[in-house]
């Protein structure tokens, strides 16, 4: 079994930096990803940035070149470094397990393999 524990949410400038981390308890098997999703309205989460096993990371369009995701295998973490932040990039991120990329998905959809429970991200002009 596995658990997902996002953590480094809070409050941030516009322009300012800010990073997330995920903490894996447990093992995952199989080709997975994790990753990051954020709300985008009520139920409705949008797919930000993936990375797999092999080190590969994938970014949503609107995140790219401003977000960098990374692993820690010896801390079993993933953490995302979110920079040039904005007022849309609010409000809360979760953190995921699942097989493959998910562009809009419900936000804790059981189609997603596993979810943290979401951290809060503010961002203020």
């Known amino acids: 079994e596995v658990r997902l524990v996002e953590s480094g949410g809070g409050s941030v400038e516009a322009g300012g930096s800010l990073t997330l981390s995920c903490l894996l308890g447990?093992?995952?098997?199989?080709?997975?990803?994790m990753g990051w999703y954020r709300q985008v309205q009520m139920n409705e989460c949008e797919w930000v940035a993936s990375?797999?096993?092999?080190?590969?990371?994938y970014y949503a369009p609107s995140v790219k070149d401003r977000f960098i995701i990374s692993q820690d295998n010896a801390q079993n973490t993933v953490s995302l470094q979110m920079g040039s932040l904005k007022p849309d990039d609010t409000p809360v991120y979760f953190c995921?397990?699942?097989?493959?990329?998910?562009?809009?998905?419900?936000?804790?959809?059981?189609?997603?393999?596993?979810w943290g429970q979401g951290t809060l991200v503010s961002v203020c002009s």
């Open positions: 447990g093992s995952a098997d199989g080709d997975v990803r």
């Open positions: 990375i797999r096993s092999d080190g590969n990371t």
């Open positions: 995921a397990l699942d097989t493959q990329i998910r562009r809009l998905t419900q936000c804790r959809s059981k189609i997603v393999r596993q």
